[in-house]
C-alpha cells in the first residue's frame, strides 16, 4: 500500500510555509500584486482542468462561469448585505447546478462541436448581462468601499488579498488532486480517453460529465467571488471569451490531464504576461500579446503535453523518484 504522507508531501508544506512568508520579506506592492493574480490564475485554471482536463471536455466558456459567481456573490453583497464568505457556498452550488443543467444535453457532442457550444453560452451570459438593468447593465457594479472588515473581505492591504488568494489556490489543488486519486477522478480520466470504452466496462459518460461540469464550474464560481472582490468592481467584459483562453493557457503550458500543470503553468506565465504588460505595451500596443502567442504556439508544436507531460516521462523524474523513495525508507521505514 502507497504511504499518503512522505517526502513530497514535507517539501509541498515548506513550499507552502515559504510562500505564505513572502510578504514578511518583500516589501514591493507589484510583486505581491503579480503574486496575488499568480493565485487566482493558478485557481481557475485548476478549475478548467476538473472539465476539460481530467474529462478531455475542452471549454472556452468558463470566464462566464467565473462571471456568475462574481455577479451573484456581488447583487447579494449590495442588495442583501450576505458575505462573500457565504456567498462562497451558494455561488457553488447553484452555478454548479445551473452550468450542469444546460450543458447535459450537449454531452453528447465530441471534439470542437461542444468548445463552440461553450463559447456559445459564454457569450449569452454576457450578453444577458449586459442588458440587464438590475445587474447594472454595461456599467457593471461597483462594490462599496468602507473600513476593513473580515466578515465582508473588504481589505486595505494587498497581504490579507495575498494570503486570501494563497488559501484558495492550496484548497482547490487539493480539492481536484482528490478528484484525480479517486474513483470519480479515474472515472473521468477513462471518459476522457475512449468513451465507448467507459461505456462498456459500466461507467456512464452523461453522468460523469455532469458531474465533472457541476464541480468545474462551481469552483470557478468561487473564484469570481475573490476577484470581485479583490477588484471591488465587475462588468459584463470579465466574461468575455478570452479570458476563457487565458484560463486553458496555464493548464496547456504545464501539461493537460496533469493536477500540477494548471498550476506550474500559472507560475510560468502569469508573472512572464505581466511583466510583458508593462515593458512592451509602452512601445507596440500589442506585442506583448503576439510574444504570449508564440511562446503558446512554440510549446504546442514542440511538447503538447506541456511541461508535466515531459517531465512525467523523463529520466529526470525517474531519478528525483528514486531520490525522494530513498529518503522516505530511512525517514519512515518501520524498525
Not at 462599496?144 to 466578515?151: A, I, L, M
Request: proline fraction near 3%; charge should be positive; glycine fraction near 10%.
Amino acid at each position: 500500500m502507497k504511504r499518503k504522507f512522505g517526502s513530497r508531501q514535507i517539501l509541498l508544506l515548506l513550499l507552502i510555509v515559504i510562500v505564505a512568508l513572502l510578504p514578511l520579506y518583500v516589501q514591493s506592492t507589484y510583486t505581491i500584486t503579480i503574486c496575488i493574480m499568480t493565485f487566482y490564475m493558478a485557481s481557475a485554471s485548476l478549475a478548467w482542468s476538473v472539465l476539460g482536463g481530467l474529462t478531455g471536455q475542452i471549454s472556452l466558456g468558463h470566464a462566464a462561469f467565473m462571471g456568475l459567481g462574481a455577479y451573484i456573490s456581488t447583487l447579494l453583497l449590495v442588495n442583501f448585505n450576505v458575505s462573500p464568505w457565504i456567498s462562497i457556498l451558494i455561488v457553488f452550488v447553484v452555478v454548479g447546478a445551473i452550468t450542469a443543467l444546460l450543458l447535459s444535453p450537449c454531452f453528447g457532442l465530441r471534439g470542437p462541436y461542444f468548445t463552440l457550444v461553450t463559447i456559445a453560452f459564454g457569450e449569452t451570459f454576457r450578453n444577458l448581462f449586459t442588458n440587464w438593468e438590475y445587474a447594472g447593465k454595461g456599467k457593471g457594479i461597483l462594490l462599496p468601499y468602507g473600513e476593513d472588515d473580515f466578515g465582508l473581505m473588504r481589505f486595505s492591504d494587498k497581504q490579507s488579498y495575498f494570503y486570501l488568494g494563497l488559501g484558495m489556490v492550496v484548497l482547490i489543488y487539493i480539492i481536484v488532486k482528490m478528484i484525480d486519486k479517486s474513483k470519480l477522478g479515474y472515472g473521468l480520466k477513462t471518459v476522457r480517453e475512449d468513451e465507448d470504452t467507459a461505456n462498456a466496462i459500466g461507467i456512464n459518460p452523461w453522468k460523469y460529465k455532469v458531474i465533472a461540469t457541476f464541480i468545474s464550474c462551481g469552483l470557478m464560481a468561487v473564484c469570481g467571488v475573490f476577484y470581485a472582490n479583490y477588484y471591488r468592481f465587475i462588468d459584463p467584459e470579465i466574461m468575455i471569451q478570452t479570458q476563457s483562453v487565458e484560463y486553458l493557457m496555464p493548464a496547456v503550458i504545464g501539461g493537460i490531464g496533469s493536477v500540477t500543470g494548471p498550476l506550474l503553468g500559472a507560475v510560468i506565465i502569469t508573472p512572464l504576461s505581466q511583466f510583458l504588460n508593462a515593458t512592451l505595451s509602452s512601445i507596440a500596443a500589442g506585442s506583448n500579446l503576439v510574444i504570449y502567442a508564440v511562446i503558446l504556439i512554440v510549446v504546442i508544436l514542440f511538447q503538447p503535453r506541456g511541461i508535466m507531460g515531459w517531465f512525467n516521462g523523463s529520466k529526470l523524474k525517474a531519478k528525483i523518484d528514486k531520490v525522494f523513495d530513498s529518503i522516505d525508507g530511512k525517514l519512515f521505514s518501520k524498525k
